[in-house]
């Protein structure tokens, strides 16, 4: 069974940076695209990044410029780094994992926004 374990979640203050982890039980290469979402309470899940198996990434608009998608191979992980936060971007944040036609969701990691 896959498993997807994010960590690196907590409190930052508006405009500070935080750098999520995700780490896949198997190869991150043999996902066909790895990524991240997001949900607000009471909001429907957002896509915020995504990295397709050949290294392309991708952004929701509302993060381009500002957060970057990377990944590790060799430690079978994948990083959210989120910049110049705003205070709405405060949501659990989910890795997702795409195999064909099968996915695959870590338990999460809560951003929390702090004054």
């Known amino acids: 069974q896959v498993q997807l374990v994010e960590s690196g979640g907590g409190l930052v203050q508006a405009g500070g940076s935080l750098r999520l982890s995700c780490v896949a039980s198997?190869?991150?290469?043999?996902?066909?695209?790895m990524g991240w979402y997001r949900q607000r309470p009471g909001e429907q899940r957002e896509l915020v990044a995504g990295?397709?198996?050949?290294?392309?990434?991708n952004y929701g608009d509302s993060v381009k410029g500002r957060f970057t998608a990377s990944r590790d191979h060799d430690k079978n992980t994948v990083y959210l780094e989120l910049n110049s936060l705003k205070s709405e971007e405060a949501a659990g944040y989910s890795c997702?994992?795409?195999?064909?036609?099968?996915?695959?969701w870590g338990q999460g990691t809560q951003v929390t926004g702090s004054s």
């Open positions: 990295i397709r198996a050949g290294g392309c990434t």
């Open positions: 198997e190869s991150i290469g043999s996902f066909n695209s």
């Open positions: 997702y994992g795409r195999r064909g036609a099968d996915g695959f």
